[in-house]
């Protein structure tokens, strides 16, 4: 009788657990899942250390040729490309500099702008880079736009080049749902 108890008593256990098992699951298959929480809205991001409380954008360029240091046509025509372009949206005045001065001061961004002429399979490519700079404590940034590659006659795709380098660039100009995202702190433009 012992035994046929424990095997009775076995039996009965095992059926409560498929009892409760059965019952589990279907409490499981009845009950509707709540509808999932609506993720929050992304925080705005704020600029990069280089473009808070900024006061003014300079534009400094320097023009290699295989001949040396460009300060002619490309130079001039370049930089004010750049000035202009820069400029668009803008929350600060934007002026061509040199470098030093008033490129060091405190506040200010200086794009330094470097192209290279030089001559490639028999035509001259003009090589465009860009880079902020600020002459500030933790203001550093360290990887810039992708360089840009045109020919040397090609006015639109420079200009082009430039537009491309400056919304990679400026946040002011960068595209976020097809337009640019304003400077918190920035001075307004006049």
């Given amino acids: 009788m012992a035994a046929g108890y424990r095997s009775g008593a076995g039996i009965a256990a095992a059926s409560s657990l498929a009892l409760l098992a059965a ?11 709540p509808a999932p929480a609506p993720a929050p809205a992304p925080a ?19 023009v290699h040729t295989p001949r040396g240091v460009d300060t002619g046509a490309l130079h001039d025509r370049l930089c004010a490309a ?12 934007v002026a061509a500099t040199p470098l030093g001065g008033t490129a060091l001061a405190p506040g ?29 404590m933790g203001a550093g940034q360290f990887f810039a736009a992708a360089p ?5 006659g090609d006015t639109a795709g420079l200009d082009a080049a430039v537009a491309a380098l400056l919304a990679e660039t400026l946040p002011w100009q960068a595209r ?5 995202r304003p400077l918190p702190g920035a001075p307004p433009r006049d």
């Fill in 23 to 33: 019952d589990a699951g279907a409490g499981a298959i009845a009950a509707t899942p």
């Fill in 44 to 62: 705005p991001a704020s600029p990069a250390a280089l473009w808070q409380d900024l006061t003014a954008l300079g534009v400094t360029c320097l």
């Fill in 82 to 93: 750049v000035t202009r372009q820069a400029a668009k949206g803008a929350p600060v005045p």
């Fill in 108 to 136: 200010r961004v200086t794009l330094l702008v470097q192209v290279t002429v030089a001559p490639v399979n028999g035509a001259d490519v003009i090589a465009v880079t860009l880079r902020p700079f600020r002459n500030a």
């Fill in 148 to 152: 840009r590659i045109v020919a040397a």
């Fill in 176 to 180: 976020h749902g097809g337009r640019g």
